[in-house]
């Protein structure tokens, strides 16, 4: 925490009674992170580790008056030209606007550091807006991100739209989740017709710093006949282990 500190001499030359008075609030840092390890990455209902375990560390830096920066990666498996690394870095603002509801407004840059160049631009940004609403046990959460014309997405643009709920079961470490998503633009290229929706039911369950889960992910695209194409987007139930600190 920043404090700031008054020179002795100063603080001689002020009368007693002025120094009674409260100091202004202190604005302070907070520094966060962890690691997952998922049986499979899925991004938006896409497997990005070709249905194979990954690990996943987070660092996240905060501000109390509402503004984050943080890192986050993983190992893929989406071909060269997106080599095996994801690295997201992000930042953005997230703050309470009334009773229960909170906005966060936020960029992220999809880094992918060890991609073959030879395949052109990999790397991407997208923006995002969050509102989340709290009603006791039950949080919903909607969310609209945009990813602009850029090189890495084929001079396209791309809207991915979300909604989520989410609720811990009273007097247990036990919390359920439901969500929807609907992929439009460049990020949906694999799908027919160029969108495609995803869906998820999970549960989770939190010990301490320890945190284990299970979530059944699908989406609408349709089946190629083709394993290898088929598996990116196969209904699957995907487990994770994480620890915070």
């Known amino acids: 925490m920043l404090r700031l500190l008054a020179a002795p001499a100063l603080l001689i030359a002020v009368p007693a009674a002025a120094q ?34 990954a690990v996943q560390p987070t660092v996240n830096l905060s ?16 071909g060269p030209a997106g080599g095996d690394v994801e690295i997201d870095l992000y930042g953005g603002y997230e703050t309470e606007i009334a009773s229960g509801t909170r906005l966060d407004v936020g960029l992220t840059y999809y880094w992918y550091a060890d991609a073959d160049k ?16 709290l009603l006791g046990p039950v949080e919903a959460k909607g969310r609209i991100a945009y990813a602009w014309d850029q090189a890495a997405l084929a001079s396209d643009d791309s809207v991915y739209l979300s909604l989520g709920l989410s609720s811990g079961i009273p007097n247990t470490p036990v919390t359920l ?6 992929t439009d633009g460049a990020l949906a290229a694999l799908a027919p017709g160029g969108d495609y929706l995803d869906w998820s039911l999970g549960a989770s369950a939190t010990f301490g710093p320890v945190t284990t889960g299970v979530k059944y992910v699908d989406t609408d695209i349709a ?17 994770s282990l994480g620890v915070v600190f």
Do not use: C, M, Q
């Open 20 to 53: 009674d008075v409260a100091d202004p609030p202190s604005r302070s840092l907070s520094v966060s992170g962890g690691v997952d390890l998922v049986s499979d990455y899925r991004f938006r209902g896409l497997s990005l580790s070709d249905g194979e375990v």
């Open 63 to 78: 501000h109390d008056s509402g503004f984050y920066l943080g890192a986050w990666g993983s190992n893929i498996d989406v």
């Open 118 to 133: 030879a395949f052109g631009p990999s790397d991407y940004g997208e923006a995002a807006v969050r509102l989340s609403y």
């Open 177 to 182: 989740s439901a969500g929807v998503g609907y």
């Open 223 to 239: 089946k190629t006949g083709v394993k290898a194409i088929d598996r990116r987007y196969d209904a699957t139930l995907v487990f």
